[in-house]
C-alpha cells in the first residue's frame, strides 16, 4: 500500500483502543505480569513455582495485538546466534528435576513426541518445553468473544490437510484423539453460507499497481470449469489495459501449446527449470499488467510470489496457463513437495475453528487431562484451558511455557550418551534439567545453536532449512454490512499488504457457530507473506524476516486499518468504527523449507539436508515439520513418530504406530 498515504491516523482509527478489548468477562490476564525476579527458595522451586502460566486466569488465546512470535519470545536465541549469550548469562542452575523425556518445542511435532514415547512407556515422565507464552507452535488459538458469543480464528495452521495422504502414523494419532476429518468436514462445514447469501469473491486492483483503486467483484477464482465469457466479463470491470484481459482470458481458459514438438516429460522438465512469472512472460507472452494480476498467486502456499516458484510447481498446484501443453498427469522428476504431492492425490481437507490448534489441545487433553477437561472433539472447541495445570510437579508430563532451550547436552561421549542435559531460560536465569532421551521438535536452523558439538556437515545441514516468514492477522469487525453491501465474502489483493483476507470460513462446530447476520460482529482473516522478488528463494525468506522483526505493532495496525479502509469504502466501511480487535500473528520463521527446484539440485534421499541433518546424536534425536521437509501438520507428526522410535531403539523398546 502507499507510503504517500491519504488517510489521517485519525480517520483510520489509529487513536482507539483495541488492544485487549472485550476481555474474557472484564477478567484480566496475568500474561507477562511476573518476571523472574522477586523468587526465592531452591532452584527447583524457582524453575517450577508461581511462574505466570501458573496464575489463576493466564490465558493466552485472548492475547491481541502482536502474537505468534510475540516480543520476550525469540531474543534470547537471537542473543545465542549472535554468540553474545554465554557472555551475559551463567552456565544455569540445576533444578534437581530428572525426567525420562525432555521435549523441546511445543509445537504439534513436539506434544506428539510426548504422545508416542508414553503410548511405548506409559509411566515416563515428561518436560515439554516451549519458548511461547502458549503451547502449539504454529497450531495457536486466537480466541474473541465478540457481542457475547465466541469467536475463534486460527494463528497459523489452518486445515488437518496435506499434498499426500496421511500415513497410518498421522491418520492413527488424529484418530486417537477422536477425529474424524470427512465425517467432521461434512457435519460441520458451512461453505454454502456466504455464497447463499449472494457474496462473491473479488479482487481488489491498487493504484500502485493498476493506476487505480477498484475492487472488482464476481471473481471467477480458480474454477476450472470458469468460462471465457464469465472471465471477460468479470475483467471488463477491472482498471486492466485491453491486452492484460485478453491474456489473462488465454491464459485461464485457452489452449495453446507454447511448447510444440516436446514430450510431455521433456515439457515438464522445462517448466521445471523457470519460474512461473517467465513462463507467463517469456512463453505465453502476458502483458506485464497480466503478470502482476499473478504475482501474489502462490503466496498462500509458499509464502513467495510467481518469481520464486517454478512453473511446473504451479502446474501441479492447480494453477492456470498449461491446458494445452496437454502434460499426462502426476507428479515428476524436479517438483517440489507441495505440487509433487497434490499432482498425486491430496489428503482431506477440514479445519476446526481455531485451525490445528485443536489438535494441540487434544494431544494436551491426553497428555494432562487436568489441565483441559472434557470427551470429545466437539466439546474442546469451546473449552477454556486451566493453564496452572500444565506444569504441576506431580504431572507425569509437564508443559513449561516461556522457557527457551539454549543447550542440549550428551552426558559422556554421545556414543554412549547416559543421558542429556537441557539449559533453558526462563525470567532472566539459566536453568538446566536432566532426561534420559531428549527429542528437539524445534525449529531445525536453530538446533546448531544449542548442539554446537553437532558434526559440522550436520550442522551445515540444519543451518540451510530456511523457514518462509508469513503473517495471519486476526481482525474482529462490529459487523459485516460494508461486505454484504459489495456482495463479497474475500479479497485477493495482488498488491496488497496483506494479498488476500476473507470474513471468517464458517464452521458449524461445537460452542462455534456460523455468523449468517452481517450487522452481528465477525471476524476477518488477513494473510501477508513478506518477501522480496526477485531474490533466490531463501534470501527473499530472509529479507521478509529482517522485515518482520523491523515492523512494529503500531505499524502493521495502520497498514491494517488502511488496507480495510481502501478496498471496503464502497461498502461504507469506516476503519476507525468497525475495527474492534486485531491480533497479529508473526511467523518470523512459518513453513518449513521444501524443495525449490529453481534454486537446487535434487538430491537422493541420503544426500538432501533434512535427512542429514535430522541423524540421531547420541540420546539427542530430532523432529519438527522441518525435518520431514514439508510444510504440514502430518509431517510434524511423522517425524515426531521416527524421532522417538530412534530413541526407543537404543533402549530396545518399539514405538507403537
Ligand atoms: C501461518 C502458517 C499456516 C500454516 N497452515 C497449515 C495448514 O493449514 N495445514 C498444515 O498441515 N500445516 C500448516 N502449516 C505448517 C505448520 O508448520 C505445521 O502444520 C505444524 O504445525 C508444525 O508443527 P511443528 O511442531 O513441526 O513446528 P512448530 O509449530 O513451529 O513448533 C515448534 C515449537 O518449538 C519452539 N521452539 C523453537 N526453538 C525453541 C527453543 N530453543 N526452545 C524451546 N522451544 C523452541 C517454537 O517456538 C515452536 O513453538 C502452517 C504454518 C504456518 C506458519
Redesign the pocket.
Known sequence: MSKDRRWSDKALGMDRPIDRRDFLNGVAVAVGALGAAGFAGSAAAQASAAWPQDQAGYYPPILTRLRG?HPG?FEN?HALRDGDFWETHAAGQDTGERYDLVV?????????AAHFYRAARPDAKILI????DD?????KRNEFHLGGKLHLL?G???????PRPYSPVADGLIRSLGIDPVALSKSCDQDELYPSLGLTGSVFFDEETFGQDRLVTGAPGRREEATADEWRAFLAKSPLPAKAQADIVRIETGGDDYLPGLTSAQKKDRLSRISYQAFLTDMVKADPMAVAFYQSATKGEWGVGIDAVSALDCWGFGMAGFKGLKLDPGSAPRMGYTPAGYADGGSYTF?FPD??ATIARLLVRNLIPAALPGRDCVDVVGARADYAELDKPGNAVRIRLS????RARNQGDPAASRGVEVA?VRGDKVYTAQARDCVL???NM?IPY?CPELPDGQKTALHSLVK?P?V?TSVALRDWTAFKRLGIFGVEAPGGYHSYFHLNKPVDIGAVTAEPSPDKPILVHMVRTPCQPGLPEHDQNRAGRAELLGTSFEDFERNIREQLGRTLAGGGFDPARDITAITV?R?P????PEFNPLWEPELPVAEQPNVIGRARFGRITI????SGRA??????IN??HRAVSELLELSGVEAAV
Open positions: 512470535s519470545s536465541a523441546v518445542g511445543g509445537g504439534v511435532s513436539g506434544l506428539s518445553l516451549d519458548n511461547h503451547f502449539g507452535g504454529h497450531a486460527n497459523g495452521t489452518l486445515e488437518i490437510d496435506s479445519h485451525g490445528n522457557s527457551i532451550v539454549v533453558y521438535a524445534s525449529w536453530m544449542l518462509t508469513l495471519y500473528n511467523w520463521h512459518g513453513y518449513a523432529a519438527n515439520s522441518d510444510a504440514y501438520t502430518d509431517s510434524a517425524q515426531a
